[in-house]
């Protein structure tokens, strides 16, 4: 699923556990002492001290940047919906700062109540610009949101390096940040007896309680902790390690599965449920029809709040919180020209496994009937008059060109299926199984080739929270496509720029393995997402379901009661009503294809014709199998995983057929009377249209082969055994394993991956 949404937009957060939280340090200069974070990656460091008085209002903050720095910006709710905004930047001498506020995912307008007063030790040097603040009236606003001085926090930087529009104007408007973080903060550290003095530029008396060192002890002494060694340690409980940790448990070996998140569904424990659901226990991942709030709640903790993009973080892993879109794989999908080794291609062992254990479904309400289906048969209709067929997509699933069906989905009995109904039901039942969830891996543990065992941060499992392999163990890494590249490059393995940013962190350098023991493989590189563009149209036939926006709070009672009674109805679907593909030849020889995907409502509207937002729907074009752009995913220096370089249409020739596919699309719209597309609207070409989007808004969240495999270490991350090159006893089995886009949405494929990769762990001798 794609939205032309970014992950600050919405993430609003609480007191989750973040990679840097505040300390507390003395500004040199005013002699001031604030608790906060220097950024490791634009050396920006953001303070704040909060008078001591509890019911106070007020703080003092500053902001000291780099000239490199063209605006800063704070949240301190850790959103940019809904919060309160700070903004500053130099001007000549002086600094200019505004409070802003943002109901969408655009420029932030002037926000009036709080008073922002600019202290003396404020400066701009040839190096730096510094600006020191008192903020009265700013521990509440707009929304319902605030800072409670005796509670925790999550504040949220931007950064950019492109100046604003008019420096000399309060009110200018400027582009998108370039970058964004966030860090934690527990506001009673920030609290100082000396506040009154700073407010006349007097640093007062230190307080004795605080200290200037913010970097902590990295190898404390062990506590005396005895570690249980496994058989099998497996990192990170999404689709992949959780089919490995069942089929190898199931195997009859001892298996540790390790998940930095909490759970997701009822049966997993958990219990953000829905308010008008709470009498069924049925939570948010448990409610096919409450997927779009996936991307609109004020409480996403789900949500991995160390990788820019959308990643899951809890059970489950992405396939907890998406769309659903299950799609078997096509023969194709492991063929070599995609990028597989010979051994590789005939999946249909695997997938008739995953077949057995997950059955697709395009009917998910218990009874049988499709709702909310008016989206769908408008553009069967569109799509009849180019040529396309009607069928049931998973019975075919070789047959990708010009065909629609419904949508397809791994829910079960009206509910959320997936591994975690499945797979992981079975593991979490033998004796030999153990899971552990809220444990953060940050590397294994190696002597040259050989790994002993995996670093956590948990220090009770383990001296200094490292869990041992029993003899000929194996470590099976399932953090996804940004998170196993990032435990690797901790691990001393990954390509030598990435390995020197873990180097030159503080934390993570004491326990990298030496220079000579680095395993130079190229993780991160050459991999892949679909570009994926969303088309907005209206019909007076559509229900646009409210754009899905009351169904957390305030549901249509009618289908509420009915999902309630009998799992029937909109509640058990989720938005997508039809998929449909196309092949395309191209004059570089490669057959690509598109996707479509269909759904009432729409992330956003951008139009000048008038249109009635209840009758609105999408239809997302992807370019899927065939693609030949790819990007890069890295680390920054705080260790955040990002694309480093991004893989959405950098060779023209995909941007030239996804042209085609989108102009294919509303070839015949005139055909359909009433029918009219919104976005983009009659003053913009789509060629105009495609330019002009944001390319991160183009990302599917599909992301693919950041540990890919193949024949060579020169190209590849694991061998054929799903092997790690040039280690004795590594694995991974997850989305960065695959070395090119599938036909469909990824997680199908991926789990018949899995199927295939643990079959081929077990029969590889030398293991335990
Ligand atoms: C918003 C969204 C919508 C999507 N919609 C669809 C869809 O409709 N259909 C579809 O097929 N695909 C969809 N996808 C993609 C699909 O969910 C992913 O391809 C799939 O989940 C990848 O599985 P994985 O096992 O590689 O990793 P993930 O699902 O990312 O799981 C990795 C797990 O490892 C854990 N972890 C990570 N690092 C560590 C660590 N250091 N220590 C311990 N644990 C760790 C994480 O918490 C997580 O649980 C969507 C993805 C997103 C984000
Ligand atoms: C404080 O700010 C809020 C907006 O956040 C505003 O509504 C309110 O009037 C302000 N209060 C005072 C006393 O200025
Ligand atoms: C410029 O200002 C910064 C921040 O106040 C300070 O650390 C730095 O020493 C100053 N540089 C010069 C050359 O004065
Ligand atoms: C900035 O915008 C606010 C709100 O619109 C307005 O009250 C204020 O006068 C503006 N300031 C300047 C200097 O334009
Ligand atoms: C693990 O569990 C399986 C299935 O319950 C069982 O057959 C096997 O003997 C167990 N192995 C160990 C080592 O406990
Ligand atoms: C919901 O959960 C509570 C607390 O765990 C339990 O007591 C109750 O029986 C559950 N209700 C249903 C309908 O499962
Ligand atoms: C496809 O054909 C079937 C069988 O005739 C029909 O029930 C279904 O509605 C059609 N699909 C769409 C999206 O129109
Ligand atoms: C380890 O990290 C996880 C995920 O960030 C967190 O939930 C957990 O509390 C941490 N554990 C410890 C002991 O700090
Ligand atoms: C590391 O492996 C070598 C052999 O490759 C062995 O001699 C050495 O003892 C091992 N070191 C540790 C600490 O296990
Ligand atoms: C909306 O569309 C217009 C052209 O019709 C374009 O100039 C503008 O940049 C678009 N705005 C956004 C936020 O995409
Ligand atoms: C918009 O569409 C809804 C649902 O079809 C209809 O009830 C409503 O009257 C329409 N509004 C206008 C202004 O046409
Ligand atoms: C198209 O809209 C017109 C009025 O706007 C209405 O009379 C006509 O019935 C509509 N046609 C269809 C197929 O909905």
Known sequence: MTLKRSLLSLLPILGSALAQVAAPYTDPGNGFVFDGVTDAVYGVQYGIVLPQADTSTE??????????????????GGAMIGDLLLVAWPNGNEIVASTRYATAYAQPTAYDGPILTTLPSSSVNSTHWKYVY??????????????????????????????????????????????FGFYGINFPDAQNSNYQNYLQGNPGTPPTTTTTTATSTSTSTAPTVSATPYDYIIVGAGPGGIIAADRLSEAGKKVLLLERGGPSTAETGGTYDAPWAQTANLTKFDVPGLFETMFTDSNAFWWCKDINVFAGCLLGGGTSINGALYWYPADSDFRTPNGWPSSWANHTPYTSKLMQRLPSTDHPSTDGKRYLEESATLVALLLNGQGYSNITINDNPNYKDHVYGFSAFDFINGERGGPVATYFQTAIARPNFTYKQYVLVSQVIRNGSTITGVRTNDTSLGPNGIIPLNPNGRVVLSAGSFGTPRILFQSGIGPTDMLQTVQSNPTA????????????????????DNPSINLVFTHPSIDAYDNWADVWSDPRPADAQQYLQSRSGVFAGASPKLNFWRAYGASDGVTRYAQGTVRPGAASVN????YNASNIFTITVYL?????????????????????????????????????????????????????????????????????????????????????????????????????????????????????????????????????????????????
Request: one cysteine or more; aromatic letters at 6%; a negative charge.
């Open 607 to 610: 139009s000048s014709l008038p």
């Open 59 to 76: 703080f003092i903050g500053e902001i000291v940047a780099p000239i490199a720095a063209k605006w800063i910006g704070l949240a301190f």
């Open 134 to 179: 008192r903020c009265q009236n700013c521990t509440s606003w707009e929304g319902g949101g605030g800072i409670s001085p005796t509670g925790t926090g999550v504040f949220a930087w931007a950064y950019s390096s492109v100046g604003v529009d008019d420096p000399s104007d309060i009110n200018s408007t400027f582009q998108e940040h370039t970058d």
């Open 624 to 768: 899927s199998q065939g693609i030949t752009s790819r990007g890069r995913i890295g680390i920054d220096a705080a260790l955040n995983a990002k694309a480093i370089s991004n893989p959405w249409l950098t060779d023209p020739t995909d941007k030239t057929v996804l042209l085609q596919a989108l102009h294919d699309v509303v070839s015949n719209i005139n055909s359909i009377s009433n029918l009219t597309m919104i976005t983009p609207d009659a003053t913009m070409t789509i060629e105009e249209y495609v330019d002009a989007y944001d390319p991160g808004t183009m990302c599917s969240n599909h992301w693919v082969g950041s540990a890919k495999i193949g024949t060579s270490s020169s190209n590849a991350v694991i061998d054929e055994n799903a092997k790690v090159f040039n280690t004795d006893n590594l694995f991974i089995v997850d989305a960065s394993i695959i070395p090119s886009l599938p036909m469909g949405n990824p997680h199908g494929m991926l789990m018949s991956a899995a199927e295939q990769a643990v079959t081929k762990i077990l029969a590889l001798s030398g293991g335990a």
């Open 509 to 528: 350098s004491a326990n990298l393995p030496a220079q000579s023991q680095w395993i130079n493989l190229p993780v991160g590189q050459g991999v892949s």
